[in-house]
T-cell receptor, first 112, second 116 residues
Framework: GQQLNQSPQSMFIQEGEDVSMNCTSS?????WLWYKQDPGEGPVLLIALYKAGELTSNGRLTAQFGITRKDSFLNISASIPSDVGIYFCAGPSSGGSYIPTFGRGTSLIVHP | NAGVMQNPRHLVRRRGQEARLRCSPMKGHSHVYWYRQLPEEGLKFMVYLQKENIIDESGMPKERFSAEFPKEGPSILRIQQVVRGDSAAYFCASSALAPANTGELFFGEGSRLTVL
């Protein structure tokens, strides 16, 4: 089945630093989604991408839909302590159902 | 609160007991999804339901697990004869449109099942 590989698995950074994480797929996607999960909570959608090459921002977050349609990147600028959490990429499953498949996540810890 | 509501938030069961997890989707949403999250892992799809119908249950274990989304009331994920390996966080999500028309799922806060 299709796989989503996220990297890095975890990041430990200082407040104010920029963060970059990515996600690659074994198959072509028509949609890329980035979710954030705070500790003890459910995932919340951050950014949705629908077109190859698309670059979309949401405040300090910027995500890009890779040209090959097999990857996506999420950048966070000037990180703050509340950015702590797990960031998941997701894309529609293959086989016709289009139900989002999630990567294993990138865990972000921000030191004040 | 117009969000996805899940209950209970925490559930403790002994091996062999039954667990019932409930999910009320966002108002106006008729598509419901259940995902399972094990510690240090991502979300694994279990089942997708639309009112009164199971659309895709490809992620559901073949035994002991069942799901329903009746015409009236919340969606229910039922786990019979629980085992320790069932301990996980179970998340429900809903969407207004079918997955082919949107990838934007709205998640509840999850139900955390612990099997002793």
């Amino acid at each position: 089945g299709q796989q989503l590989n996220q990297s890095p698995q975890s990041m430990f950074i200082q407040e104010g630093e920029d963060v970059s994480m990515n996600c690659t797929s074994s198959s072509i996607f028509n949609t890329w989604l980035w979710y954030k999960q705070d500790p003890g909570e459910g995932p919340v959608l951050l950014i949705a991408l629908y077109k190859a090459g698309e670059l979309t921002s949401n405040g300090r977050l910027t995500a890009q839909f890779g040209i090959t349609r097999k990857d996506s990147f999420l950048n966070i600028s000037a990180s703050i302590p509340s950015d702590v959490g797990i960031y998941f990429c997701a894309g529609p499953s293959s086989g016709g159902s289009y139900i989002p498949t999630f990567g294993r996540g990138t865990s972000l810890i921000v030191h004040p | 609160n117009a969000g996805v509501m899940q209950n209970p938030r925490h559930l403790v069961r002994r091996r062999g007991q039954e667990a019932r997890l409930r999910c009320s989707p966002m108002k106006g949403h008729s598509h419901v999804y259940w995902y399972r999250q094990l510690p240090e892992e991502g979300l694994k799809f279990m089942v997708y339901l639309q009112k009164e119908n199971i659309i895709d249950e490809s992620g559901m274990p073949k035994e002991r697990f069942s799901a329903e989304f009746p015409k009236e009331g919340p969606s229910i994920l039922r786990i019979q004869q629980v085992v320790r390996g069932d301990s996980a966080a179970y998340f429900c999500a809903s969407s207004a449109l079918a997955p082919a028309n949107t990838g934007e799922l709205f998640f509840g806060e999850g139900s955390r099942l612990t099997v002793l």
